[in-house]
């Protein structure tokens, strides 16, 4: 495999897992780090052993030994510094959500397609083995027809009110708790059930209309000293939402999100009933799934590649009894990912092959989303996904 030349820009909570996920790959090679000066650049250079500092994206995007990039700025900075990277002919993996609205997503997605470079967001649920595994046997009709996917996406790292992070600005874009997470949630949904929402119905809860904002800044689930100096923000992005949801071939679901529910770290669960059976599987558990019969013993898959289909069996990495979890699964993608650029294998010719969630989905999502809101905003009404 050839190896390939990548570089992070934004090294917040996700970006040094997007690196660490890469290196595992054994043909990524991690050339730079772009931060939002020098000093910090150089710090996190040190700090991820990473041999090139840039203090800011655009002095990054002018190397060119770097041909990918993996975007983990702030949601606000997502659309100008893709589009940066396409002006220059760099591949793209974007965190999600991939912009602030639809029309930006469409925006990066034009222009990706336009330059024929590789663009990917990263929706890395999809890739624990279970989730593909649950996939395989939705669309292999093991549950019959699909009537109902529900669940939820719940945390607890936004519960106090001197809790704090970027995502709480008016920078982060008009929808909070939905747009970072709900959009994963939704994404798994129409991703293991094959078909995509229709129309939504959501509701908005505000736990606190304002919250202490420290001084200096604070990354996703760090917590607050207790003692630091703030000033109180004013705050009317969701704190929790509950969502209903109409699929295109008929199915209904619904789901929760939430980042102020005590004892929840990272509580994603999803589950699928058939006319059948059932499937459903906990993030927090993520090496078991569990299928509901009505007529025998519900039952237990652990993941183990000897019991996994084999069209998907790959995404084990490791045998029966030894736990993957999300880690693993962004590795998964990354190598999805990285495979098809090492490869010179183009989005176009070779549409075919693309594994990854790309730029299209990326923008899904943001329509999702943003019907979510409307639907909120509107006091609760059905509201078709506008696409
Ligand atoms: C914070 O809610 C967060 O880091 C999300 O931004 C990630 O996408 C999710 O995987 C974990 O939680």
Known sequence: MRTVKTALIGAGFVGPHHIEAARRLGFVDVVAVAGSNQASAEAKAAKMSIPKAYGSYEALLDDPEIEVI????????????????????????????????????????????????????????????????????????DIGKTHWVHGCYIQDWLLYPNDYNWRLEKEGGESRCVADIGSHWCDLAGY?????IAEVLADYTTVYPTR????????????????????????????FASVLLRFENGMKGSFSVSQVSAGHKNGLEIEVDGNKAAVAWKQERPNELWIGKRNEPNGWMLKDPGLLDPSIAHYAALPGGHGEAWADAFRNLLRNVYSFISEGRSMEADADKIEFPTFA?????????????KSAKAGGVWTKIAR
Not at 96 to 111: C, E
Not at 192 to 196: A, E, L, M
Not at 221 to 239: C, H, K, L, R
């Open 212 to 239: 202490q904002k420290p001084k200096g800044t604070r990354e996703a689930f760090a917590q607050s000293s207790g003692n630091e100096e703030f000033d109180e923000y004013p705050v009317d992005t969701e704190d």
């Open 361 to 373: 989905d990326g923008h899904e999502s943001n329509c999702v989303v943003e019907a979510i809101t």
């Open 70 to 141: 993996h975007n983990c700025t702030p949601n606000d900075l997502h659309l100008p510094v893709t589009m940066a990277a396409i002006e220059r002919g760099k591949h793209v993996i974007a965190d999600k959500p991939l912009a602030l609205n639809s029309a930006d997503a469409k925006t990066m997605l034009d222009a990706a397609k336009a330059k024929g470079i590789v663009h990917a967001v990263t929706f890395n649920y999809r890739y624990n083995p279970l989730m593909q595994q649950a996939r395989v046997m939705i669309n292999r009709g």
């Open 192 to 196: 293991i059930t094959g078909s995509r």
